[in-house]
């Protein structure tokens, strides 16, 4: 599928509507292996000042033209990350620790995934989830499968409003829009064909998450619901991070939509004012002027392991972190090592992933150009 950011109007307002709804609505305590959209936005605006990293970065240039000629207009380019996504992992299928998409995907996904797409896989759609020891030398140890999600994030309602003062860009993601499923992946999620075919599935310390060769985390590819990893939080962790190399590309063998795209102007609506005035001849003539409203943003590109430039992680289930960072660290001088304290009990991890971006307001009828007085991210 593809689909950089909402296009039809309609579709995009059932899920703005959605997301209004369920932040104003839903409450609930917390407990492991369990979140909802309030924690979410509570927990992700505590790591706000650390994960966004705002700062301006250049000026775009307008052509603004009216009755009295035209005139080159400038404005603030900024730079910062946005919570883009919710990725969450877990064990059982449909059983997605965030509340709220447990009870309005959860059911579709699974009788998705049990129906035609389990007719089709060798061993039962619900035979995975848990941790496999094997039986014999021959057999993988410490293999371990994980359902994984990745969907809008819910604090892109609140950031979407900000975005017409120009000082916040607007999100590619939709809130509580569903941009990976594995339950509906369940083919790809669950088998190495066609991921098998990728140079990095079998090339040792290719696309490697961790140092290689090290190797204390694990590998992007094949990017399937399997790892071989004794720390479950790394086994989550790596599952996050295929899911979201998964959605910010296109043209990959998965069923997901996906988040890749070029520059685009966001909320782009020009109003004329009426201007009535006298032209000097006891006449009256309409010298109406525009407003803009919206931004040109130029979104993030992919999502690449080690590399903060492309996105970081914030860790929401079950440690709550108000810090973003990539995975891979070496934690071999550690005696707990990284997953030392986010073991979850129940199996279930989510974190937010912070993508960059960079926008300016809208000042004109005509985009010319823009300078960047910094690189960003730095």
Known sequence: MAGDHCTVKTFCTSYRWLAIVLILTITSTSQAGFTTTPQIIAQTTAGALACMRWMPVGMCFWLYCSLSGCRIRTSLKVGHYNPDLVVSTYNELGGNPWAE??????????????????????????????????????????????????????MNTLTGVMAGTGLLCQSQTTPFFPYFLSGLDALSWRQEVPEIF????????????????LQTWGSVYPRTGWTTQPEEPKAAAINAQRAGDIVTRTAQPHVYVSLSGDSYMHNDVIREIDNWVDDGSGMLTNRRSHIFSGQ???????????????????????????????????????????????????????????????????????????????????
């Open 296 to 378: 040109k943003v130029w979104p993030p590109g992919p999502l690449f392991e080690k590399n903060h430039r492309t996105g970081t992680w914030q860790m929401l289930v079950p440690k709550p972190e108000s810090t973003c960072d990539v995975f891979g660290s070496n934690d071999l001088a550690s005696s707990k090592g990284w997953g030392g304290g986010r073991v979850d009990s129940a199996g279930d991890y989510v974190w937010s992933l912070w993508r960059p971006y960079k926008c300016c307001r809208r000042r004109g009828q005509v985009f010319l150009f823009d300078i960047d007085w910094i690189a960003y991210p730095p």
């Open 101 to 154: 998409i447990r009870a309005t995907l959860g059911l579709a996904q699974k009788s998705a995934a049990t129906g035609l797409l389990g007719s089709l896989l060798p061993v039962p759609i619900d035979s995975a989830g848990n941790r496999t020891e094997g039986s014999s030398e021959s057999d993988h140890k410490n293999l371990l499968f994980r359902e994984t999600d990745a969907i809008g994030h819910p």
């Open 198 to 213: 990728y140079p990095a599935s079998w090339i040792p310390g290719l696309r490697e998450i961790g140092t290689w060769p």
